[in-house]
């Protein structure tokens, strides 16, 4: 008799299998599930973003002074051709247009011990609910206030999301945010005595350097000011980081406080790594929601091994292989020979 698999089977294949993470593949390595079965089941379940605050809010180690930080990602599907969800997206490690589905993350950062939790996600779909990035950010933002009720005290952001709406709404909800600026925004560092200027081409001195400088942004409301800082990330490239909290005055601090927004690369990272997000060929829309729902609690289980063991994510994974290798190399199923 035919085995109907559950949400745990699925994420426990995607927890264990180190390389194929295909529906095929699950089929042939179990006797009581068919492909057939295994793709009616993810047709039909309906997992959402709710799963993943379910299975890591006991783990989260929360801070009066924790982080929230957002950013996108593109699920790559360069290959495909019929898949639901997929679009041309623009892709900052390609460096241009891929096809891909993009998901929106939220992960929480303890400032103190610099563990991190993805606590929230949204599929990048404006085709299907008319939602861009800016509205998943600021519905995932909303939630976390008023429901999940989780303490925080700055939001994390990248170039692409500093824009007035969202920076407003931030500070309507009483949160600091640190975002870079694009180098051609227009700002003002004059007290309005001079026309706008672009980012880029203010002229700082050793002062402003080390304690920033008060600017006025283009388009915000009339005496909105907030505190710019000049960071070198590097010989080659400079990053222009505003925040709204005015008593900021130290250049380390802001560094430090933008490092955390790294965190969510980390995730990124692992996430396409380990956990086979990116491997299903499904053609069904709810398939790839489900894959990808599945795939992030594969990575929130592996992340509290991870702390619980002093490992990396990268560790907890390949070391499941350990015992095999050990078992092969003192007795091969496939011996080698030579001539």
């Known amino acids: 008799m035919t085995k109907r698999p559950t949400r745990l089977d699925y994420c426990q294949y995607l927890l264990v299998s180190p390389l194929n993470h295909t529906l095929t593949n699950f089929a042939d390595h179990v006797e009581d599930m068919s492909h057939d079965a295994i793709n009616r089941f993810l047709r039909n379940e309906k997992m959402t973003p709710r799963l993943v605050w379910d299975n890591v809010r006991e783990q989260i180690a929360a801070h009066e002074e924790g982080c929230i ?3 996108d990602t593109i699920i790559d599907k360069d290959f ?6 997929v679009r041309r997206q623009y892709s900052g490690n390609a460096h ?19 563990e991190h939790w993805i606590i929230d996600y949204r599929i990048y779909d404006p085709g299907g609910d008319g939602m861009t990035k ?18 925080f005290r700055r939001v994390l952001m990248d170039t692409w999301y500093a824009t007035r709406d969202l920076m407003l709404f931030i500070e309507s909800l009483a949160k600091i945010y640190y975002c870079p600026l694009r180098a051609n925004r227009q700002v003002d560092d004059s007290g309005a005595t001079s026309p706008y200027r672009r980012v880029d081409s203010l002229e700082w001195d050793a002062s402003a350097l080390a304690h920033g400088k008060t600017i006025k942004i283009k388009g915000f409301p009339k005496h909105h000011k907030v505190k710019l800082f000049r960071v070198e990330v590097s010989t080659h490239r400079t990053d222009w980081v505003v ?18 927004r790294w965190k969510i690369e980390q995730f990124h990272r692992e996430a396409k790594q380990l956990t086979g997000i990116e491997r299903c060929q499904c053609r069904k829309a709810r398939i790839q929601r489900n894959h990808i729902a599945c795939a992030v609690l594969v990575w ?23 015992d095999f290798l050990r078992q092969q190399l003192k007795n091969p199923s496939v011996r080698m020979k030579l001539a």
């Open 69 to 71: 930080a957002f950013d």
């Open 80 to 85: 495909s051709h019929r898949i639901e969800l």
């Open 96 to 114: 241009g247009l891929i096809k891909g589905i993009g998901m929106v993350n939220c992960v929480y950062v303890n400032p103190l011990t610099q």
């Open 134 to 151: 800016l509205d998943h950010v600021r519905d995932m933002l909303t939630n976390l206030v008023h429901h999940k009720r989780l303490p």
């Open 243 to 260: 925040t709204n909290d005015l008593t900021q005055d130290s250049l380390q601090a802001t560094q430090d406080a933008c490092g955390l």
């Open 300 to 322: 929130i289980r592996l992340a509290e091994i991870a702390r619980q063991t002093c490992r990396t994510l990268y560790q907890v994974k390949h070391q499941m292989l350990d």
